[in-house]
C-alpha cells in the first residue's frame, strides 16, 4: 500500500504545475482525498479534497480561483492544477486520504503520502 505525491519542481511566479496523487495497492476512487502543502517552519495547510462518492470539490482561500482537483479512476489518480502560482507558497505539497473528510482541515485525514516540494522563485 503506497500513495505518493508528484509533479513538483521549480516554477516562476504567475506559472502552472500540475501535481498527480498516485495510489498502489488500494483504489482511491472509495476515498476523499486532499491536497495540502507545508511551508517551512509551518503547519500543514488544506488546498482542496474531492469527495468519495459524488466527486463533490472543496477549495479553500487559498486556492479558490487557481487550483483545479480532479481524478481519473482508471489510472488510479488524484490531480491538483495549480494556476498562477505565487512566490510566498514554496512548500512540500502532499495528498491525503480519508473516508469521512468533507473538508481539507489535515486532523481529518488518516493516511499520508510523500510529498513533492514545489518551488516557487524567479
Known amino acids: 500500500v503506497q500513495l505518493q505525491a508528484f509533479g513538483g519542481g521549480l516554477v516562476q511566479p504567475g506559472g502552472s504545475l500540475r501535481l498527480s496523487c498516485d495510489a498502489s495497492g488500494f483504489t482511491l476512487d472509495y476515498l476523499s482525498i486532499g491536497w495540502f502543502r507545508q511551508a517551512p517552519g509551518k503547519e500543514r495547510e488544506g488546498l482542496s479534497l474531492i469527495t468519495k462518492n459524488s466527486g463533490g470539490t472543496y477549495y479553500t482561500e487559498s486556492a479558490k480561483g487557481r487550483f483545479t482537483i480532479s481524478r481519473d479512476g482508471a489510472k488510479n489518480t488524484v490531480y491538483l492544477q495549480m494556476r498562477n502560482l505565487k512566490a510566498e507558497v514554496t512548500a512540500i505539497y502532499y495528498c491525503?486520504?480519508?473516508?469521512?473528510?468533507?473538508?481539507?482541515?489535515?486532523?481529518?485525514?488518516?493516511?499520508w503520502g510523500k510529498g513533492t516540494l514545489v518551488t516557487v522563485s524567479s
Open positions: 491525503g486520504t480519508s473516508n469521512t473528510a468533507v473538508l481539507p482541515i489535515a486532523e481529518g485525514f488518516d493516511y
